[in-house]
């Protein structure tokens, strides 16, 4: 099946019909990158490895081969690694660190013809809704500059938008993927924990981080998702589930699909913009034919709490190595071990990497492990809990994205908490270990898009890439 809104679909015949080669539309891509250097969106942009990449698929092409992904312009968050380039998470810390080994993800895309044309800015160490919080500055939306695109991917996302990639690859801990889908107008997909592998991840939390895509169509995802899914040897995480053909089992027929709508995401706390277009989304999925079931999910209002007594926890751990002994940033001059491990760390981290991590030994500390630590792992599994009940009545579940649509540059940035509730609709797929696509499905009067979620069950990415492309 070929969709019409793809923009993957429409470069695949103008390739193999001879209209176009790889690298003619690698540079008009890279001459796009170059219009838009004002939104930074890259941290690296690969000029001349594109368009190397490029000719060895255009050679391909000359044989008579035909590579899945031949045409697909992919960009890379910079906190997957890519064998021999730079890998900084958008931190200090790791600013002239290189990847010694292609990420799983990066090695599927590239055996099936995809060029990777550059590594996109982030939240450091993916930790943020904004990507305010980078090393080397903000990113700015493109659906309007003055506003942030969301985070922690909001580089891959910008990309996306804004024409310079074809698609794009993040990574989700809690929202990191929908949250600036919805923000910057685009299709943004976390598989199920597990789905992909996370082999080459740099690790924020290990047991919520998920890789997924971006693209400007929902075929765009699900052929993407259908490349770089699978089970991994060289992650423990990943499932052994096998991988259903996600482009031919896509179809708008949803007749008789049942539909939750929980009533904790529907509240007062969202935006007065917001919830007509996803009422609009919704009378949209009724006309054909599928039916909406009110249900609860009780423990959504403790999601945020548990989220970041969890994750900072993890993240306490995983950051731990980056001391200044091996591979990471170190300060000069230090008077002894200790000087050197404390100046280290404080010049190469950031004010929102120190402050998780703070919270996070807190959390994990003598006499209040159980208090905190703990009591968040027993609410996880309530919240899973809550899901396995309502998916046993409904086939999916839909909500809003976000409880607003992107706000401005400078808003939120003082004040943390604030941020955090940015992500109040998103962390709880994580918690889950469930996946979740963010779908436009409007705008807010100053011209803003609004992301609609759709959560499924745990390996069943078909049917939130079945209802996403009703709704498209």
């Known amino acids: 099946m070929i969709a019409e809104q793809s923009d993957y679909s429409f470069i695949r015949k103008r390739l193999l019909n001879g209209d176009q080669s790889i690298s003619s539309l690698v540079s008009d891509y890279l001459n796009k990158i170059q219009e838009h250097t004002h939104i930074n969106a890259f941290i690296e942009v690969y000029d001349t490895w594109a368009l190397e990449q490029a000719d060895a698929i255009d050679a391909l092409i000359r044989t008579g081969s035909q590579p899945e992904l031949a045409g697909m312009v992919v960009a890379v968050k910079d906190n997957i690694c890519i064998r021999s380039s730079k890998v900084t998470c958008a931190s200090k810390m790791l600013e002239s660190f290189e990847g010694l080994y292609d990420a799983t993800v990066i090695k599927k895309l590239r055996d099936a013809g995809a060029v990777i044309i550059g590594k996109t800015n982030m939240d450091e160490f993916a930790m943020g809704s904004s990507t305010e919080n980078s090393r080397f500055g903000v990113t700015r939306n493109p659906r309007n500059t003055d506003h942030v695109p969301g985070g922690s991917s909001g580089g891959s996302a910008a990309a996306v938008s804004a024409g310079m990639a074809v698609a794009a690859i993040g990574s989700d801990t809690g929202g990191s993927i929908r949250q600036p889908a919805a923000f910057t107008g685009v299709y943004g997909l976390k598989p199920t924990y597990g789905r992909v592998s996370r082999n080459g991840l740099v690790a924020f939390a290990s047991s919520f981080d998920q890789i997924g895509p971006f693209a400007r169509s929902v075929y765009d995802i699900a052929l993407l998702l259908k490349i770089i899914a699978g089970h991994d040897p060289h992650d423990s995480t990943s499932a052994s589930v096998p991988v259903p053909d996600y482009t031919g089992q896509l179809t708008k027929k949803i007749a008789g699909l049942k539909i939750g709508l929980p009533d904790e995401y529907f509240t007062d706390d969202l935006e007065e913009d917001v919830r007509p277009a996803i009422e609009n989304s919704i009378q949209k999925l009724k006309d054909m034919g599928a039916s909406i079931v009110s249900v609860s999910l009780p423990h959504t209002e403790y999601t945020i709490a548990a989220y970041y007594v969890l994750t ?30 404390t100046r280290s760390r404080s010049e190469g981290f950031g004010e929102e990497v120190k402050r998780r991590i703070m919270l996070g030994t807190f959390v994990l500390s003598s006499g209040y492990y159980d208090a905190y630590y703990r009591k968040a792992q027993k609410v996880r599994r309530l919240i899973k809990n809550d899901f396995d009940n309502v998916f046993s009545k409904v086939d999916c579940i839909i909500t809003p994205t976000t409880p607003g649509t992107a706000f401005r540059l400078g808003e939120k940035i003082d004040d943390p908490l604030h941020m955090y509730l940015s992500d109040v609709y998103t962390t709880s797929a994580n918690l889950a270990g469930i996946p979740g696509i963010s779908v436009p499905c409007g705008y807010d009067r100053n011209g803003l898009p609004v992301g609609l979620q759709i959560l499924g069950k745990q390996f069943d990415e078909q049917t939130l890439l079945n209802t996403a492309y009703a709704l498209e």
Not at 315 to 335: F, M
């Open 312 to 341: 900072t926890a993890e993240a306490s751990s995983n950051l731990a190595r980056y001391d200044g002994v091996r591979y990471s940033y170190r300060a000069q001059d230090a008077e002894d071990l200790t000087d050197m491990y």
